[in-house]
């Protein structure tokens, strides 16, 4: 899972009110279910980009959906040799504009799609930060930290940045930074005003409790001993969580309030894997199951999911 959570594994296991578990009806997720609409956010099937009607074939092994830039696309893309890893923009027509090279996680985009940040982790043990245009790939601001330091969002002069031990907000105009929390921030969202932190206080060898703080006020919203936050919805009112003790592929996730409350629980059949979570709207949850042989989403709103579309043939 290429995102800060790669830095916590192994490192961490909030003492404060965790949100208690709640007994929910667990609804098995498969290619067996209903047939649905097609999704309707733009997004990747296999190596190929579709938006609606749209579908454009991207020159990659493997690919990943960052956002829209404008009228354009942003995606990640790279070869199982790994060589080629670069961050594209991809027009309507299917012109594939590098913008800068792919290093150890996906780039943050601004939710108006006008910047992101990279992040490159170096053998020094620094990292470095750079603030690009997301049209032209062109940097605009550019700090090195001491330590394992990833860009997790962006928002103008604003951006979050977790770490093995912090979480900070870095100002680019003025060049400053803030302590948003002595924890380790992997999941946020400056324009929800939300991060997702371990809390070094709860490690054991399996994990780290997981506090939701508000990034502004560091207001705590929940406390999660049992799971770790793999996306956000648009305004931060729901989370899409899975168990923090992350021993093999992902079976089960679960749809919650920001407040903790479970609103639903998924386990995928056994030939399946869980792959990437993200919300469609506020309130329904795009899953993507992958198999051997074939990759499909599948869409769930409360305790009732349908197969977005029919699945795809992924080897």
């Known amino acids: 899972m290429r995102t800060l959570l790669a830095l916590a594994a192994g490192l961490l296991s909030a ?49 990943f959906y ?30 594939a504009t590098r913008l800068a090279r792919a290093y150890d996680f996906l780039p943050g985009l601004s939710d108006d799609g006008q910047r992101m940040v990279t992040t490159r982790l170096r053998r020094d043990r620094t990292s470095t930060l750079t603030v690009r245009s997301a049209s032209t790939g062109a940097p605009l601001a550019q700090r090195t930290f001491r330590g394992d330091l990833a860009g997790l969002d962006v928002d103008g002069d604003r951006v979050l940045l977790g770490g093995s031990r912090r979480t900070l907000l870095w100002r680019t105009g003025p060049d400053t930074l803030e302590v948003v929390s002595r924890d380790q921030g992997y999941r946020g969202d400056l324009g929800s005003d939300v991060v997702a932190v371990f809390d070094r206080s709860t490690r054991t060898d399996e994990g780290a409790c997981t506090r939701i703080l508000r990034v502004s006020t560091r207001r705590l919203l929940t406390t999660l001993c049992d799971d770790l936050v793999l996306a956000f919805n648009a305004d931060a009112s729901r989370m899409v969580t899975t168990s923090r003790y992350l021993d093999g592929p992902i079976s089960v996730v679960r749809a919650r309030t920001v407040a903790g409350r479970v609103l639903g629980q998924y386990r995928s059949t056994r030939s399946l894997a869980v792959g990437e979570t993200r919300w469609e709207t506020t309130k329904r949850l795009l899953i993507t199951l992958d198999g051997p042989h074939r990759s499909g989403t599948v869409r769930c709103s409360g305790t009732t999911c349908v197969l977005a579309g029919g699945p795809v043939r992924s080897s």
């Open 15 to 63: 003492t404060l009110f965790p949100a208690p578990a709640q007994a929910v009806d667990e609804t098995t997720i498969g290619f067996g279910l209903p047939r649905g609409a097609a999704v309707v956010v733009p997004h990747v099937e296999g190596t190929t980009l579709v938006d609606g009607d749209l579908r454009i074939p991207l020159d990659a092994d493997y690919a």
């Open 66 to 95: 960052v956002g829209r830039s404008g009228p354009s696309y942003v995606v990640e893309t790279g070869h199982s040799d790994g060589s080629h890893n670069r961050i594209v923009l991809v027009g309507r027509d299917g012109t």
